[in-house]
């Protein structure tokens, strides 16, 4: 199965950039996705294939990266953002989701 | 607006079977493929597998494939996921979602929780 690996947390203060990356044990072409989870939430679909934004999110949220490497990049943070960022990857079966990145506002 | 609504989690006896069902409705139903993912209490998401929009091929994640069946009834705008021989680490959120090209999950039910225990 394709690994894939994300940092468990970050702190950022409202107003910065922040970057989640996820990394891929092989190749996964541009078939990666990003999805915010908030507390007692289902995910919600933010990046699609890498770097495309899905319908009715902010462009405060954008995504690069193909082959093994990818990040999300909110800029600016804003406090609402406070919750886990996963990475998905749909290239290789079985579809495998990252560990999550809990991301904390200061 | 896209609404998937899932039901019929609840505690489970391990041996047990369980089947969870996921209405629709806000899209076409038999237009897109759909998919079963979970998450355990440690939040670990897993794909468990999808059907094809007309519900003639199923895919599924090897370690789950010989206890879980994905069926649909376009009719009634219904997926569903027979769960049997339920062990205590299927313990979980089930999530019904809908596949869009790319096979990105584009929108998901609010879950509905499984727990596995005697």
């Known amino acids: 199965d394709t690994v894939l690996t994300q940092s468990p947390a970050l702190a950022v203060s409202p107003g910065e950039r922040v970057s989640i990356s996820c990394r891929a044990s092989e190749g996964v072409n541009s078939y990666m996705h990003w999805y915010q989870q908030k507390p007692g939430q289902q995910p919600k679909l933010l990046i699609y294939?890498?770097?495309n934004l899905a319908s009715g999110v902010p462009a405060r949220f954008s995504g690069s990266g193909s082959g093994t490497d990818f990040t999300l990049t909110i800029d600016p943070v804003e406090a609402d953002d406070t919750a886990t960022y996963f990475c998905q990857q749909s290239w290789n079966d079985p579809r495998t989701f990252g560990g999550g990145t809990k991301l904390e506002l200061k | 607006e896209v609404q998937l609504v899932e039901s019929g989690g609840g505690l489970v006896q391990p041996g047990a079977s369980l089947k969870l069902s996921c209405v629709a409705s806000g899209f076409t139903f038999s237009d897109y493929w759909m998919s079963w993912v979970r998450q355990t209490p440690g939040k670990t998401m897993e794909w468990i597998g999808d059907?094809?929009?007309?519900?003639?091929?199923?895919n599924y994640a090897p370690s789950l494939k010989n206890r879980f069946t994905i069926s649909r009834d376009n009719a009634k705008s219904t997926l569903y996921l027979q769960m049997s021989n339920v062990r205590s680490e299927d313990t979980a959120t089930y999530y019904c979602?809908?596949?869009?090209?790319?096979?990105?999950?584009?929108?998901w039910g609010q879950g509905v929780m499984v727990t596995v225990s005697s």
């Open positions: 059907i094809k929009y007309d519900g003639s091929y199923t």
């Open positions: 294939k890498a770097s």
């Open positions: 979602t809908r596949v869009s090209p790319g096979r990105t999950f584009d929108y």
